[in-house]
T-cell receptor
Framework: NAGVTQTPKFRVLKTGQSMTLLCAQDMNHEYMYWYRQDPGMGLRLIHY???????AKGEVPDGYNVSRLKKQNFLLGLESAAPSQTSVYFC??????????FGPGTRLLVL | QQQVKQSPQSLIVQKGGISIINCAYE??????FPWYQQFPGKGPALLIA?????SEKKEGRFTISFNKSAKQFSLHIMDSQPGDSATYFCAAECGRNRDDKIIFGKGTRLHILP
């Protein structure tokens, strides 16, 4: 099992560009999450999903959109990237009860 | 009420010493308290977790102490080793309702001196 994988690992964007981060899990987990990690800020929840076809806002949802068309995939979109979105993005998945399993992260730099 | 406050922000401990990281929460509905360990360039991974029906949980050199009345819990790393150098996050979670989500502390960067 690969666990949770994230694509791409690193990306540089110019302000105003758009991109999609892909998260895939092979553990048949119901729940999936997108976090951003910034120095001194810990992990902040952007959006999450409790099942295929459902999404909900987390702590810092502005500027991001998500979709969960398939149970194993959770996509995070940036429609118009801003320098404030420079961060490391982590995807995680979990069963309804138990541990969250994190991916290796995507490092995003917005110039 | 949804915050989890973690301290210290950074910690330096001599090899063989005891590392202690503290967390406090406000929401009494939280019923699951995991600790995650994160090495540079990697995603966080579950280290140890506790539920509030016990006051302590030990796994090898790692122990969680839980004080329900004070709404505090802490991670103790005994005989700390250089390989324990990482960032540690405490977290709290409120059951598994449809809208459930985990609340993380801001993290503690631990450095073990060789």
């Amino acid at each position: 099992n690969a666990g949770v994988t994230q694509t791409p690992k690193f990306r540089v964007l110019k302000t105003g560009q758009s991109m999609t981060l892909l998260c895939a899990q092979d553990m048949n987990h119901e729940y999936m999450y997108w976090y951003r990690q910034d120095p001194g800020m810990g992990l902040r929840l952007i959006h999450y999903s409790v099942g295929e076809g459902t999404t909900a806002k987390g702590e810092v949802p502005d500027g991001y959109n998500v979709s969960r068309l398939k149970k194993q995939n959770f996509l995070l979109g940036l429609e118009s990237a801003a320098p404030s979105q420079t961060s490391v993005y982590f995807c995680a998945s979990s069963p309804p009860t138990g541990t969250q399993y994190f991916g290796p992260g995507t490092r995003l730099l917005v110039l | 009420q949804q915050q989890v406050k973690q301290s210290p922000q950074s910690l330096i401990v001599q090899k063989g010493g005891i590392s202690i990281i503290n967390c406090a929460y406000e929401n009494t509905a939280f019923d699951y308290f995991p600790w995650y360990q994160q090495f540079p360039g990697k995603g966080p991974a579950l280290l140890i977790a506790i539920r509030p029906d016990v006051s302590e949980k030990k796994e090898g050199r790692f122990t969680i102490s839980f004080n329900k009345s004070a709404k505090q819990f802490s991670l103790h790393i005994m005989d700390s080793q250089p390989g324990d150098s990482a960032t540690y996050f405490c977290a709290a979670e409120c059951g598994r309702n449809r809208d459930d989500k985990i609340i993380f502390g801001k993290g503690t960067r631990l450095h073990i001196l060789p």
